[in-house]
């Protein structure tokens, strides 16, 4: 997910989000955070997952994994911040089980 993305889930700004991160930049190892190259950010905008590359900021997007999605609650102490990241890890559970579940369907 991109960091604008995961900062309305929070109900945090972008800016905000992206600060906390980069003071605990430690609780984010590689395969839980990355910035995006500006090939990616191409495809993103090509791809119509954001509208512009104005949308993004001045600054380079993160991108998070599931990883760090769930570990954003540890840098985000906000109460709105636990119970989106309860949503969020059952939301990607719940797709878990949709794509499980479509291997299975087209065995």
């Not at 309305?8 to 991160?21: D, F, I, S």
């Not at 599931?66 to 109460?79: D, I, P, Q, R």
């Not at 309860?86 to 299975?104: D, G, P, Q, S």
């Amino acid at each position: 997910m991109l960091d604008v993305h995961v900062a309305e889930l929070y109900g945090v700004e972008t800016r905000v989000l992206k600060q906390a991160v980069r003071r605990n930049r430690s609780n984010f190892p590689d395969d839980c955070m990355f910035e995006l190259t500006e090939e990616e950010i191409e495809t993103v905008v090509s791809q119509n997952v954001i509208p512009h590359k104005k949308f993004l900021g001045a600054s380079i997007p993160f991108g998070f994994t599931e990883t760090g999605v769930a570990m954003l609650s540890s840098v985000l102490k906000s109460a709105s911040a636990r119970e989106m990241n309860i949503a969020i890890m059952r939301t990607f559970i719940a797709l878990r089980k949709v794509v499980a579940n479509y291997k299975e369907i087209c065995r």
